[in-house]
């Protein structure tokens, strides 16, 4: 993916055209699961102290960062005190390379996976399928994608682009499914396969969403259990890790699995949290023999050293922004063109690919300034994405069409009173206005007329979000 | 070429943290802790699907959950026990393999109040806590706390190679935005009371 992901953010305008024009479910269903999402975490939010929590988090979270060092060591050596072996991977490449060694040492021919972005950052799956094992996606938005052969869209709905007549009509085709099934039956459909690749499979694969290092704890938040089972059925456990995962003490990691979980989806945990240590020492316990865990850089460093992009590794990976993003819902998270995508996307990209790599992704906002207030380590992403716009005119790799609207932006953004208001009387003007609104879409919204009957949808499901 | 690589990566952590002033921890979160533990962890456990039940005090407890798994609907036949239960907690049902069993039936380490999170060590067995459709879990007298964040406190110095919390059925919203449970876990988690 990646190689040919790179090509992909540079079509973003002619691909958010692409998806608005000829697929327009597609806005309609990622507009209405991120509204919903985005009221949870309101709601979510509204039950704490949100503020006090979202202060303490981005503390945390930023002296981790500039302790970093210190902390990576320390884990590496909890981690291996309790028998799991810790490898680093310097880019994508490296990381690949770790896990097929691993998986022919173990001589592992199937392998269950919990849904996790830095694997697909690494493009993983198609390694090991071209080693010829099995790989079965086990979150079952997931599951459908890889039925589909599609990216993800969504860092926490995987398949939120899709409509349950998709679903039915693809499980009809591919798992013999009756036709027109309800979600239970179709879940249950998905769970009879699932089940045997859990019992079978010889190694399981995840990320990570937290690496304490003072115990070696790899944390994991989901709601469906796939990641229990796969972190505890099989015989091989490794966790594919960023470095910038990393969280001083066991004590800082409650009000972490707490904040995520309010920020993805407001409820006040994650059904299941799975706190990994290394591998099973006690007679009694079943879970795999070895943990390995690989701990990713792949562009992570560069950013770490960029003055301003630092700060999107605080990133907790909680879709909040994506939710709350007027930009991100018309299209969801296929036009961006790499694996994250929306606001986090838009900041980070540029630094884990290069600027050039990433255009023109600091220039897929309007600035409205919803993400930062969604995000629960406070990400400053409306600063970040100016930040980048500079430096991509100081680089000379804006284009004249963008250089053009940087201008008109630029004028207004001096006055970030202003800025702000345009951004919301953008949103209130409904897709199309949203469309014209930016500086990227306005270039084809001005001369393509939009599809009218998503557009009543968008209106109707926007009021919503913003009464 | 890990080892080269971890010296490549620290090297570049090293100098990027050196050339930014350092950010001080700030401390610990201060979150509210409820006076009646066991009441708000009832209140926050059913609110994310979780049952709770609470044994009979006038009936041997492996009695009780023997009755207790008899109603449950489907009706539990066989049942996966997890080694760590004691006698007197087991129900009297034959003991069957996790992936047979109409449900699991474990020992908590504790609870807590504020997330409504069972805590599971995996030296209870995980696949009593992951296979079966529903999920019987003995939460020992006076081991209910506040917060979260005070359990793992304690945890911490007894960690077991894994832990897991659980707070409510498996759940799963991914197919049409509709809510199914039991996707991958048990549909049905049940907290019990002494
Ligand atoms: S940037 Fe903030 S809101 Fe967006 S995914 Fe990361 S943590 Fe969540």
Redo the contacts with the bound molecule.
Sequence with gaps: MPADMHTRIRDYASRSGEIIREDPGVREAVTGATIAFDQKRLQGYSEVDADGWRRWAEGVKSHTLTHLDRYLAGAETQLEANGAEVHWAADAAEAREIVMSLAARHSVKSVVKGKSMVTEEIDLNPALEAAGIEVYETDLGEYILQLLDEPPSH?LGPAIHKSLQQVQELFTDRLGSEPGGDPDTLARAARRVLRDAFIQSDMGITGGNFLVAETGTVALIENEGNIRLTTSLPRVHVAVVGIEKLLPRMADLSGFLQL?AR??TGQPIGCFVSLIQGPAAHPDDDGPEAVHVVLVDNGRTDVLAHEHAWE?L???????????CPVYRQTGGHAYGYVYS???GS??DPGLLGLHEAMPLPFASSLCGA??D??????P?PEMLLEWRREAQEEGLTPWKERAALKGLASVATRPGLYRLAGKIGSRLGATGVARALPMLGEWAADRALPQPSRRTFRELWREGIE | MSAASRERIMARVARATASRAGVPHPGALATPAADDAVDAFVKRFTSSGGEVAKADPGRPPGEWLTGFLRKLEPQVTGVAVAPDVPPELRPGLPEVAAAQAGAGVSLAWGAAADTGSLILPSTGTRAVQLLPPAHVVWVPDGRVFARLEDALRELEAELPAAVGLHSGPSKSADIGRTVVTGVHGPGRCIAVLS
């Design positions: 860092i995520t920020a993805a999107a605080r990133c907790l990976r909680c879709g909040a922004c994506l939710n709350a929306g606001p986090i900041v980070l993400c930062e969604a995000c629960p380590v406070r990400i992403i």
